[in-house]
């Protein structure tokens, strides 16, 4: 067992200063943490620093160094398909998409599908849940397939074929360390739940909501013990260590609704949080923190706040929070607005919330609806924070919308398809109106005809010639097909239409008012739209 770090004398307190911690003698690094502690800048480092172009490897070492930031990338994962990402305040904002199994639903391959799609629409971790199916098999396939880190709770696999009372630590450990030779690469452990805190339960509307925090609770009651995760700490942190796995320190508590955010139970866990970050950081392990859950609006930045203080700035890695609870099935949506300020406040990672949470297993679609909720919860909130370049996309849409440049507008967009679908169900040319509002009513066209506005006029914006939308993709008529605004047949046409069709093929564009007077955009308006003007 390898000796551990200690803090120099006169920074007895200094956990969050790098040069405090001096190494034991003899000492080999493992960790990142540790890499980082020695001024080591190690590969992994140096990738982070190309993905987040605002950060040199050397402020991405001292980062790391000083526990703000960690990157979770198990030894054994690196040498499968892993790219290397970091999560902490001076990155940018990550995102979280969890999937597994479950005893009644979905399997491996499903998994692994699901996983390729949160890759696809920005999950930048992902977190196995599997409580059901083959478990160790669908672990090691997402792991596999996977270039985002991977996260797991090990007490559900710890658990299956035996009761929780037969919990004992050497399952403990085997379970950990066989997951970590696996190649997970970060583990959420609930050791922060303690005896002492489960009174402060008794008056909740809703009692422990995590799972794992749940079982620990019920196994604290029939041993009359204190969380063997709590006290075999150190031990844990040693199998951590040794592959370099980060910690996510669970919380147990979280509440589980409105009306138990911010109460004694969750503080007091988030406090013993704070201490077993200054435990794991004295092994050389990397610690981020979770965090609630459900949490009114108005009391997000004081527990963004306190977690900071007590956790000596961890990264903080929060469910949602959800700011209200009244709305099952649109809980993606309530979710994201408490994760945008849990961002702007000081969050690091948002784990997502698809429109099934509290109602059953994602599918394929709500993964990618929790996806995106929260790709907008945290660009807005780095949007807000000002990390340098992360709004230059936005200009340069808004610069294409303002040209009213159809095509760059959806190439710039996060959900081209879709973006694509919704402009053509309505109007299958790219002129200069849509069907919001009409020509006669199009602010952005009347615009672009004053000369003095500046906008649009930048010439790598301009078309050479009009374009014709092309038929739309296989993807494009599912997304109208989900609406059902349009028929069979006028997706039909969508989908098989030629130039001719559209009248592009004379040469020279008739649909753009670029190049055709404003007579004959009216008529587009006329034959294309059924109705008048949408919209003032
Ligand atoms: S018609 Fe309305 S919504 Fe469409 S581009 Fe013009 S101003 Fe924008």
Redesign the pocket.
């Known amino acids: 067992m390898p000796a551990d770090w200690s803090l120099r004398p006169g920074f007895e307190s200094a956990y969050e200063v790098p040069e405090a911690w001096q190494p034991p003698a003899g000492f080999q690094p493992c960790t990142q943490l540790e890499y980082a502690r020695l001024g080591m800048i190690t590969p992994q480092m140096q990738r982070v620093a190309e993905r987040e172009p605002h950060l040199t490897a050397e402020q991405v070492r001292d980062e790391v160094a000083a526990g703000r930031m960690v990157i979770p990338a198990n030894r054994q994962h690196l040498q499968y398909r892993l790219d290397p990402m970091c999560i902490g305040r001076a990155s940018t904002t990550k995102i979280n998409a969890n999937m597994g199994a479950s005893p009644i639903s979905s399997g491996t391959d499903e998994e692994v599908e699901k996983l390729k799609w949160a890759e696809r629409w920005g999950a930048d971790t992902v977190m196995d849940l599997s409580t059901g199916g083959d478990l160790d098999a669908c672990r090691d396939a997402i792991i596999r397939n996977s270039t985002v880190p991977i996260g797991t709770v090990p007490i559900y696999s710890m658990i299956i074929g035996r009761r929780i009372e037969q919990l004992n630590i050497q399952i403990v450990l085997e379970c950990l360390e066989h997951q970590a030779q696996q190649g997970v690469d970060y583990f959420t452990i609930h050791a922060g739940v303690l005896q002492e805190h489960l009174p402060l339960v008794k008056d909740r509307l809703i009692g422990i909501v995590s799972r794992g925090g749940s079982l620990l609770a019920k196994w604290m009651i029939q041993h009359n013990s204190q969380n063997l995760m709590y006290t075999h700490w150190e031990d844990i942190c040693d199998v951590l260590r040794r592959h370099d796995v980060t910690f996510s320190i669970g919380d147990g508590l979280r509440p589980g609704g409105l009306a138990d955010a911010t109460d004694a139970a969750q503080l007091a866990e988030l406090s013993t949080l704070g201490e077993l970050t200054e435990r794991a950081w004295r092994k050389g392990v990397q610690v981020m923190i979770e965090g609630p859950g459900h949490v009114p609006l108005d009391q997000i930045e004081f527990n963004m706040k306190l977690q900071r203080r007590l956790c000596h700035g961890a990264p903080f890695y929060v469910l949602g929070p959800l700011v209200t609870d009244m709305f099952p099935g649109y809980d993606h949506i309530t979710s994201c607005i408490g994760a945008t300020s849990a961002a702007w406040h000081g969050a690091s990672m948002l784990c997502y919330v698809t429109p099934k949470e509290h109602l059953g297993l994602p599918k394929k679609d709500d993964v990618k609806q929790g996806c995106i909720a929260y790709k907008i919860a945290a660009h807005a909130a780095d949007v807000a924070l000002g990390i340098p370049g992360s709004r230059d996309r936005d200009d340069e849409l808004t610069r294409a919308r303002a040209a ?1 440049n159809w095509e760059r507008h959806f190439e710039l967009s996060f959900d081209p398809d879709t973006a694509r679908a919704y402009h053509d169900e309505d109007l299958d040319v790219d002129t200069d ?2 069907a ?3 020509h006669d ?5 009347i615009s672009k005809e004053i000369q003095l506005f500046a906008s649009g006029k930048a010439e790598h914006l301009q078309w050479e010639k009009a374009k014709v939308s092309a038929a739309l993709t296989s993807e494009q008529q599912e997304i109208l097909e989900k609406r059902g605004v349009l028929s069979p047949d006028e997706i039909h046409r969508l989908a098989s239409k030629t130039r001719r069709t559209v009248g592009a093929d004379t040469g020279k564009a008739s649909c753009h008012s670029d190049y055709v007077d404003d007579e004959d955009a009216r008529q587009i308006q006329l034959v294309q739209l059924s109705g008048p003007a949408t919209q003032p």
């Open positions: 009213l109106f849509c919001m509002c009409g009513w199009c602010s952005v066209r």
